[in-house]
């Protein structure tokens, strides 16, 4: 069974910094394509930035130049650095573990105000 357990999410003021982190316990975490998604109140949830190892990550549009992905296969971890965060950037953040079946953490509530 897939377990990922996010962290890192919290009450930021514009242009402030967090970096999230996603725990994954699943066996050759390697070969999962991991992301970062978000649902702001009243959206869809979205995609931030999708990492596979080995090849460029993929960001939305959205955050390109802000926000970065990283993982460190040796701790089945994946990152989310963002900085120069925007009210716009508010939401619940979910990582995902994608290998034939998706799965997904708890999410991590991130709000940006002043």
């Known amino acids: 069974q897939v377990q990922l357990v996010e962290s890192g999410g919290g009450l930021v003021q514009p242009g402030g910094s967090l970096r999230l982190s996603c725990a994954a316990s699943?066996?050759?975490?390697?070969?999962?394509?991991m992301g970062w998604y978000r649902q702001a109140q009243g959206k869809q949830r979205e995609l931030v930035a999708r990492?596979?190892?080995?090849?460029?990550?993929i960001y939305s549009d959205s955050v390109k130049d802000q926000f970065t992905i990283s993982r460190d296969n040796a701790k089945n971890t994946v990152y989310l650095q963002m900085n120069d965060l925007k009210p716009g950037d508010t939401a619940v953040y979910y990582c995902?573990?994608?290998?034939?079946?998706?799965?997904w953490g708890q999410g991590t509530q991130v709000t940006v105000s002043s």
């Open positions: 699943v066996s050759m975490f390697s070969l999962y394509v």
């Open positions: 995902s573990a994608a290998l034939g079946a998706n799965y």
């Open positions: 990492i596979s190892t080995g090849i460029k990550p």
